[in-house]
């Protein structure tokens, strides 16, 4: 499971409060591969992977709707990285997680884990102009 940790903070409250909802859905599937009780897990990694879906795309907009008012000069290559995120998301082959529920919801928390944590750190931290000093 991914905390929410101070550090995480990009200092616009709205974007914040998204990326602590991501970290939310990523749990969701940890919580899932540590349920013991549910032995198919198929219908529940299609909606996790269906919400991961839907609010990324939603978070996404919010970001780039604020990059655009800001004239934040590193927009498009921003996007680039986001697109890329939905693509992987989008690649998800249902039958493979059919075959390998466990090991799909692994690889499904340690890629939006890696990814929020290192996206976060290194991009959406420079989207607010008063972490550019830091």
């Known amino acids: 499971m991914l905390q929410w940790k101070d550090e995480f903070a990009v200092g616009i409250e709205f974007i914040d409060e998204q990326h602590r909802h991501l970290i939310d859905i990523a749990n969701q ?3 899932l591969m540590d349920n013991d009780l549910i032995t198919d897990k198929y219908d529940h990694i299609v909606a996790i992977i269906a919400e991961l879906k839907d609010y990324t ?3 996404f907009k919010s970001e780039e709707d604020y990059m655009a008012e800001t004239n934040y000069k ?3 290559s921003h996007m680039i990285l986001h697109d890329d995120f939905i693509r992987k998301v989008e690649e998800v082959n249902f039958n493979d ?3 390998n529920q466990n090991d799909y919801i692994r690889g499904i928390i ?3 884990c890696d990814w ?3 996206h ?3 991009e959406d931290k420079l989207v607010n102009p008063a972490n ?3």
């Open 29 to 31: 599937a940890s919580e």
């Open 57 to 59: 795309i939603y978070h």
């Open 74 to 76: 590193k927009r498009f």
């Open 97 to 99: 997680v059919d075959i």
């Open 110 to 112: 340690n890629f939006v």
């Open 116 to 118: 929020l944590v290192t």
């Open 120 to 122: 976060i750190m290194k």
């Open 132 to 134: 550019k000093a830091s």
